[in-house]
């Protein structure tokens, strides 16, 4: 047994020996940093190289990704304006002009499908190909099969108007003509405006409407700010100080502005258009009315006269909490949100634009707290014009239940621009004359159609 156990324990050593023969020393950090820096290395090449062998089209991918020239870079930013004035220039030559649009509608005229609805020309799909092989290559993509299904109309001989087509035509024509007008003031190249490229825009397009010939240059900068407004505070909500020119294209804010070329505009649609001149002079002059001590600025009292005088106080303290204000007092510029926002109630923007005034605890809902806060108020003024006030508890209950809110207990903002109810809700708090105008409405419908029956006999 002794010769056994000698002979195991030379195994075991001979072992030992082995291994630390074969034992490496201990690699420092930077030692394995490196191996696998190399290692890594040497399997991305032979990734790299078998990807290249395999498939190429990698080097067909064009580039999308162009740095911007930097402010300092004097030379890269001439050479880009002048690359997108070029462009520009194509895009507008590719257009149709006056001559062309003419003889498409000679064109039109001359293969107009018989038998007439009523004064109305009409083409058939067959005439409408002959058009298009005449007509020219500007004129090609109006010509298909898309354009044409989308303008037939139920006619029995599976025609489409004339003029409805043609109208199609100038329209798009229009769009781009603008299109390419808008980004000549696109000074970034980026696809949208700021307010001084919008600025810039206007003003130069002042002398092109006939509508506006009577106004005095002095009032350029105030009307400029004016129509700019407008764009700004519908199309820019989250404030950041630029508008896609596509949502301009998209609206209908352009239309108005150019519908001033109209040199036989009736006054009606003067009244309504904001961009008018007799619009613009009179939300002016309206400012400068409530601005009693002429300095420029409107108070919180100078404001509290707006419209009929029965604005809340407190919804004048949060308007000025809000709002940008100098010293206290609001500019010409803070005063167009505020018009805009009382004189479009139903529009989203402007909801959106009062929600924030009456979420005082800026939760994102407004709740029975919110609601009695403000309703508070329309309750003292009832009292001073010696009326009985309204429960608010039914008013709660009836404003509940007229925006009909995902959470019985809370109003979002987007509870209200889906209920179609914002601008009644909203006038019932902020507003005495709104809340009377509620109050009394069955009245008031009764009233109105025994006018309209008194003016029937």
């Known amino acids: 047994r002794q010769p056994a156990a000698v002979g195991q ?15 490496t020393p201990k690699k420092s950090e930077q030692e394995l940093k490196d191996e696998e820096m190399e290692l890594f290395t040497k399997y991305y090449m032979e990734w790299k190289g078998g990807r290249k062998s395999d498939n190429t089209s990698y080097t067909n991918i064009p580039r999308f990704y162009y740095r911007l020239p930097a402010e300092d ?62 007509a020219g290559p500007k004129c090609k993509q109006f010509f ?24 199609y035509v100038m329209r798009k024509v229009w769009l781009h003509q603008t299109r390419i007008g808008l980004s000549l003031y696109d000074v970034a190249g980026q696809g949208y405006l700021r307010e001084s490229d919008l600025e810039n825009y206007i003003l130069e397009l002042i002398p092109t409407l006939p509508q506006l010939d009577g106004l005095e240059k002095s009032f350029y900068s105030f009307y400029v700010c ?14 950041t100080g630029k508008i896609k020119i596509q949502d301009i294209l998209a609206c209908s804010f352009l239309d ?32 400068l009315n409530l601005d009693k ?49 009382l004189e479009n109630r139903k529009e989203p923007a402007a909801l959106q634009y009062i929600f924030k005034l009456l979420d005082i605890e800026n939760k994102g809902y407004l709740n029975v707290f919110s609601l009695n806060y403000f309703f508070r ?39 209200l621009i889906n209920s179609s109810q914002g601008d009644t809700v909203t006038s019932i708090l902020i507003d005495l004359n709104g809340f009377w105008t509620y109050e009394n409405r069955e009245a008031l419908v009764a009233s109105d159609n025994d006018n309209a029956a008194d003016d029937d006999t």
């Not at 001439?78 to 064109?107: C, G, I, P, T, Y």
């Not at 354009?147 to 108007?161: C, H, Q, T, V």
């Not at 004016?226 to 404030?239: E, M, N, Q």
């Open 9 to 23: 324990m030379d195994w075991k050593r001979s072992l030992r020996r082995r291994l630390a023969a074969r034992r």
């Open 73 to 134: 870079e004097v030379l890269l930013q001439k050479l880009r304006e002048e690359s997108r004035a070029v462009f520009l220039q194509r895009k507008s030559r590719e257009l149709l002009d006056n001559e062309e649009l003419q003889n498409l509608w000679f064109l039109l005229d001359k293969h107009q499908t018989s038998p007439m609805t009523g004064e109305e020309a009409m083409i058939n799909y067959e005439n409408f190909l002959k058009v298009g092989e005449k």
């Open 144 to 167: 298909t099969a898309k354009i044409f299904a989308k303008l037939l109309n139920n006619d029995p001989y599976g025609r489409i108007s004339i003029m409805q087509f043609f109208n």
């Open 226 to 239: 004016t129509a700019v407004r407008k764009f700004f505070f519908f199309l820019d909500p989250l404030r």
């Open 256 to 287: 108005d502005l150019l519908e001033l070329r109209d040199e036989e505009l009736s006054k009606e649609s003067q009244e309504t258009n904001w961009f008018s001149a007799p619009s613009a002079l009179g939300v002016y002059g309206q400012y």
């Open 293 to 341: 001590d002429h300095n420029g600025m409107l108070s919180k009292e100078e404001l509290s006269r707006y419209g009929t005088g029965t604005l809340t106080n407190i919804f004048l303290d949060r308007v000025f909490q809000e709002c940008l204000t100098y010293d206290g007092e609001m500019d010409y510029k803070t005063y167009l949100d505020f018009v805009l926002a």
């Open 377 to 415: 108020a329309i309750q003292e003024q009832m009292k001073i014009r010696g009326q009985e006030p309204v429960s608010f508890q039914d008013v709660k209950d009836e404003i509940f239940d007229m925006v009909k809110p995902k959470d019985p207990y809370k109003i979002s903002l987007q509870d």
